[in-house]
């Protein structure tokens, strides 16, 4: 039984360090005159097509504005076509810390890259 243990450890160490290997990369983009093509430099436009589409989003802390739209907004595919629109962003109640959200994608699938 020690031995089952062990290996099971050891492996645990191999997989749970070629995970902390992954890079992170953060890139942020900012449009002076957004429009409803919203296209930056460096940042991918939003997809109606990907892992997130089909997901189930979940607030498990914090509250939802209701000046703004609901948690289906970050996964839609689509953005606010004017400068001050509420309804087309989701975000937090205002005068709070925030939140969190928990992303259900259905099962376990290969993730190369997260966009926000």
Known sequence: MKSHTLVFAG???????????AEIR????????????FKFKNVP???KNDAATKARF???????DNNGGTLDRLHDGRVPTEDDQPSGNFFFQ???????????????ID???VEV
């Open 11 to 21: 492996a645990s160490v191999i997989v749970f360090g070629m995970v902390s290997l």
């Open 26 to 37: 953060i890139v942020a983009g900012r449009s002076e005159n957004p429009t409803a093509s």
């Open 45 to 47: 436009a939003p997809s």
């Open 58 to 64: 979940t607030i498990v802390d914090g509250k939802e």
């Open 94 to 108: 205002a005068g709070t810390d925030g939140g969190r959200i928990l992303v259900d994608l259905g099962g376990a």
């Open 111 to 113: 993730i190369q890259q």
